[in-house]
Every structure is written in structure tokens, then in C-alpha cells.
DNA sequence: GCAATTTTCGTGTACGTAAACAATTTGCAA
DNA sequence: TTGCAAATTGTTTACGTACACGAAAATTGC
């Protein structure tokens, strides 16, 4: 492997000459500048990740912009999960992370909270744009250099940053296939119309209901579900459902609330099993799993997601790479049988 | 972060001896030796890792013992790219891999191959012990220090190395759920015993029929498979199969092979439609699945399992670390809807 | 008690890069 | 042409570890 001596040799200049060009931090003519770059890109030189380490032996700062881990159901502490995780696969690396949490409905803590991340001088930032509109406005005001990788949620313009997470409308369409299946392809299948703001959890519902488009021995009826933290609120709706259809067989609710569902289904009498399939490993919903009381669950792996997020963000600064990729994790299917696969992963 | 420079200061010795001590190749004296392993503790010093590779900047010689990679429907290709991915997410670490394959039906050729591979100096050993007993036997006999992963398959005894692979009761225990849910809980199903000197495959067998034990609406019936490459012979399974249970409703292929026999029932004129779940996202079955003639495949995400097996033998001889880790990956279950999102991970 | 060993320990150099500092060249006005 | 500042380039040191080499101390043999 080619090293930054043996550059300077080949273009007789000084190591100090090609380090400059390297790090184009300027004090160096046009003409070298233009010798050293093609026999960099001749030779295909990248620099050593050891030693430039080693000499540099600083620490980064990293800023993780996303909403309150306890605000849903507590899901997003697991994405805090995987970014610690992430966080110890760089041993040596003496990263320092800070958070900076919004409230995902009042748009104007994103922002708030958004500009401080900017301000305080991070490495990079870890953003999950859940209120896409605020964040895609913001994002085009300040034009920065701040390297950014999204998680969870993306933006419709995503030249902006890489984007770790799901393709949420092929979920929806997989929760599709494995309602069919459950139903026997008939009957009447409620979908729960939650937190509409949430651009990625309409795009699963629309997914959902794509699959049975055309399909007229299904019935989709939507049912909206107001932003609560009141269990009464979930009971009452699904009373509601079961007045206007006591034959219900199936439901699909499309984020990690999917247990106060099965947990108010469970109570009310309706003339079939009604098969329910939801979104997300919390324990809450590991629990209703356990028990039968929910069929199936779709993973968004918000632990790996943490963990490449910060992977991509990492080589961003360490390596200054500038492609912007899209990493779109597996739609990975749970049911009880492989549940413990995905909670147990390491035994020792 | 504390270093060997520090350490020396306060054990009033040179960095020299505290080398020398770390890396127990003597040349000092029991009292030394105490007095700054001790103080190693206490400080709880690991090695930089930057540092002591840049210094060293040697290559690592890896030997992979596996069956020949297409020797099985080339399942086996799919886990040696995910070694190769592996050994590219090691940018700076000069890994040279050297492959040693054996003949999965011939155990002979297994022990011949694991003696080059230990004869050959090689740093670490990633093996796949699918001949689960000539591998114990051949561990047995050959105590060694070279650090080992296994992949894919495992021994008994699990003391020996680690392991990065799936829970094949519980693989098999979902497949089982999946095809209750499939056939409505009722009827025959055809379980295909195939290779049967796979400990592994066995297994999957085994967790099935436990998802069924005690259910009487069930029905499953073994038929086995001779080891062929012939097409002609699985056309004649499946007319012997049709013979016996002309309304199948199912049928389980425990390993990759899973294609041959979807596309022999597909040509023959079932009461009902048979419902295939099978194994490995290999081509032919990524076809057969988006054409509907199958209808779950069960991924054992080998790329992953190729990632995770070099990346803990690299920090065994990196950092030295001992402890025997048992990386069981999630069981995967892969539909048509989501079976993009296991193949087109990354967009550029 | 002294030389010859052996054991134990300290010093110096190298790995490849970053960045401060020193040295050199260039450009331009007087 | 000279002087002087600005632009450009070269040199040196440091990062933390590994290891060769040599120096010092301890041990042995006579």
C-alpha cells in the first residue's frame, strides 16, 4: 500500500507539500497541486486510517438529533440502543455523543433544537427528520459542511445526507401479504390511521393498502386514531370498530402502539380471532407477542440502524468520504417462534 | 486513555519491559512482572490498537475450511461474499484468505483439508464444520492455539470457539407457524429429508414437526431425498409424493435445494394449491419465490454470517481476546414483498 | 575474587500521518 | 537591481507501540 512519502518522492515535492494538497488546506501552487492530485489518483492512495488516527488522537463530537425517547412508546430509546452500541464498536475512537431531543409534535422544538446542534460545534450529526416538512426547511436554510447521516426518516431530497432505515411502503405491502395470508384472503381488515403528521407511517399504510388493491373480497376500512396517551382512548376506538364491525378479522396498526390495541381487542367479543399485526420490538409488544394476542410484528431494526448510522457518519469524518448512500435494512418479519432470535442475539 | 508510556513511569521501569511484559515474551524477572501486571489492572490499560498495528503493519494469513462453494446449489457462494465483505470492511489490514474446500459428502477429504489448513501457518481459522462429527474428532486430536470461528454450523461442544450462525429448533419451530397459518391449520404436509448426515438440516426437520406435535389436524409426512444432482430425480419424488397424497397442502424443504422441488410441483396437477416454504436466498429460489412457486423462504443471512465470523477472528488475533461468543443471527423470513429489501441493501 | 555467562532491563528506531515551524522562492514596487 | 512581503515548499516533531540491539546487573564457574 502506497504511503504519502512515496507520493512526495514520485512527485518531488516535500511529505508536508502533499499533506497540504491532501487536506486542501491551501499555502500551495495551482501546478503541484494538479501533480500531486493525478498521482493521488493514479495510485489510488488513501490515507492510513491508523496513523492518521494515531497523530490526531482527538476526540469527536457527535450530535444525535431525534425525538424524546419516552415520547412513543418508548421506541426510540432502542435507535439511543444501537447508537451506543455503534458508539463501543469504535474502540479508541474517543467519541462524544450529545443529544439533542425534540418533541415530534411541536414543530418548533425540531427547530430549536436543530440550530442548537448546529451551533455547538459538532463533527457530525445523526438527524431522525420524523416531522419531514420542518426538517427538510430547515436543512435548506442552513446550507452547512456538517457531515449528516439520517435515520429512521428520510427526506423526498436525499442528496442532502446518507439515510439508514426501511423502505416503509414495501413493509406496508409485506404486512399486506401476511394479513392475506392470516384472513384467508377475505373479510373485513381495519387500519389504524395514526399519527398523521408521521410521514413514514402513512407511506406503511399505503403500502398495506396496495397490496389489496383490486381485491375485492378484502375490505380496508381506516380508523383514526387521535395522538393520546390515554388507554381509555384506545378501548373506546376499538369499541367503536367493533359496533360498525363485530366480524372484523384482522388489524393492522402501523407503529410501535400496537399493543394498547391487542390489549383493548383482547376484551371486547368479536365473532372471529381478530388477527393483528404491528410495528416494532418494544416490550410491550414482545409481551402481547408472547401471548398470542398479536401475530405478527414488523422489526425497523432501530438497534442496527443506530449502529450503521454512526458506521457511515464515523467514515464520513475519519475518511472524508462524501458519496451519499441509502442503506435500506431488511423488512424483517416477527413472529413467536423467531422472536427470541431477535432480542437474544449474543449469548456468551 | 492510559499508555505503555505511563504505565512504565509508574512502575519506574522502561516502556521496554512493560512491552515485554504485555506480550509475555519473557526476558524479565517474576518481580517486574508482577509489579506491572498489576498495575495493568489496576488501570485496566488495553493496547492502542492504531499504534500497535501501524508499527507491526503485517499481513494475516486466514484460512477458510467449507464445502466446495457450488457444490450445493451454491449456497456456500453466499457466504464466502460475505467473508470477502468482511475482509473489505479491514481497509489497512493486509488479510490474505486462503480457502480450503471440501467435499460435503466425503468426509475423508474434510480431514485432509483441516490438516493443510493447520499446516499452513495460518493466523486464525474460519471453519465450517457441516460434517459435524469428523470436525469434533478432528478438534479433538489437534489441540491448538490458532484462534478458530466456526460459521454456519456448529459442534456440541461449544467450548472450542466461537460460533456466528442460526438457532435451527427455532428456525424450524417458524417455519412451522408459517405453514399453519399457510394451510389454515389443516391437512398434509410433506417434510423433505434431505442430506441427512446435516446435523443442522436435521434439526430444522426436528423443530418442525414440534411445532405440530399433539396436533392432530395436521398431518406430516417424511419423504427422503437422495443426494443428486439430478433434476429427473426430484420430478419422480414429487410424482411419488402426488401418488401417495393428492391433497397436499404443503411442503418444507429444509435447505437451499428448495427450487427443484417447487418447480417439479408446479408440473404437477395437485388438488390444491402447495404451499413451499424452503430455505437460502439463492437465485433460483429469489425466482421461484417472485413467481409465487414458493411462498416463505428462511434466510440464514450467510453475507452476515461471513461479516460477523471474520470480524470476531480478527479481534481475537488483534486484540487478543478469548472469550468464546456465540452469535446466534435473527431468523429471517423472507416473502415476496420483502424479499428486495435482503438483496438491494445498499443504494449508491 | 575475577572473568565469563546469563538474566534483566533501557534506548533507539520505525510505522504513516498531521501540523507547527522554518526555509525557500516568487512577485512586485521602489 | 534591490528590498521586502507574500506565497510556496521543506523539515521536524509527535502520536503509541513493537522490537532489535546493547548496556547493566545478577549469576555462575573456577
Redesign the pocket.
Known amino acids: 500500500m502506497i504511503?504519502?512519502?512515496e507520493i512526495a518522492k514520485r512527485a518531488?515535492?516535500?511529505?508536508?507539500?502533499v499533506?497540504?494538497i491532501?487536506?486542501n488546506r491551501g499555502?500551495?501552487?495551482e501546478?503541484?497541486r494538479q501533480k500531486v492530485t493525478k498521482i493521488i489518483e493514479e495510485t489510488g492512495f488513501k490515507?492510513?486510517v491508523m496513523?492518521?488516527h494515531?497523530?490526531?488522537?482527538r476526540s469527536y463530537a457527535i450530535g444525535i438529533v431525534m425525538p424524546f425517547p419516552y415520547q412513543n412508546d418508548n421506541f426510540w430509546e432502542l435507535s439511543r440502543t444501537g447508537i451506543e452500541r455503534g458508539r463501543s464498536s469504535f474502540p479508541h475512537f474517543d467519541i462524544k455523543i450529545k443529544y439533542y431531543f425534540y418533541n415530534r409534535y411541536a414543530d418548533l422544538t425540531f427547530f430549536t433544537v436543530f440550530e442548537q446542534a448546529m451551533g455547538d460545534g459538532n463533527d457530525g450529526l445523526l438527524i431522525a427528520p420524523v416531522l419531514s416538512l420542518p426538517a427538510q426547511e430547515m436543512l435548506q436554510k442552513h446550507k452547512t459542511d456538517i457531515p449528516m447521516v439520517f435515520f429512521n426518516a428520510s427526506l423526498p431530497d436525499s442528496s442532502i445526507a446518507s439515510f439508514v432505515g426501511q423502505d416503509c411502503f414495501m413493509a406496508g405491502m409485506t404486512v399486506g401479504r401476511l394479513m392475506s395470508i392470516l384472513t384467508g384472503n377475505e373479510g373485513n381488515i381495519a387500519l389504524i390511521d395514526i399519527s398523521p403528521e408521521d410521514y413514514h407511517i402513512n407511506i406503511r399504510a399505503q403500502g398495506f393498502e396496495q397490496f389489496f388493491a383490486g381485491n375485492a373480497r378484502i375490505q380496508i376500512h381506516r380508523f383514526s386514531m387521535p395522538n393520546s396517551e390515554d388507554f381509555s382512548d384506545f378501548e373506546s376506538l376499538c369499541t367503536t370498530i367493533h359496533d360498525q364491525l363485530p366480524d372484523l378479522k384482522g388489524m393492522f396498526i402501523p407503529n410501535a402502539s400496537t399493543y394498547r390495541f391487542a390489549q383493548a381487542i383482547d376484551r371486547i367479543p368479536f365473532k372471529n380471532k381478530v388477527f393483528i399485526i404491528g410495528y416494532d420490538l418494544i416490550k410491550e409488544n414482545i409481551e402481547c407477542l408472547k401471548q398470542g394476542k398479536i401475530e405478527f410484528i414488523i422489526n425497523q431494526q432501530p438497534i442496527r440502524q443506530g449502529i450503521e448510522a454512526l458506521t457511515i457518519l464515523m467514515n464520513h469524518i475519519i475518511h472524508r468520504e462524501v458519496d451519499r448512500k441509502e442503506l435500506l435494512l431488511p423488512i424483517e418479519i416477527v413472529a413467536r417462534e423467531n422472536l427470541d432470535s431477535f432480542t437474544n442475539i449474543i449469548r456468551p
Do not use: E
Request: with cysteine; net charge positive.
Open positions: 504511503t504519502i512519502k518531488s515535492v516535500s511529505i508536508g507539500t499533506d497540504r491532501i487536506h499555502g500551495c501552487s501546478k503541484t490515507p492510513n496513523a492518521s494515531l497523530v490526531k488522537s
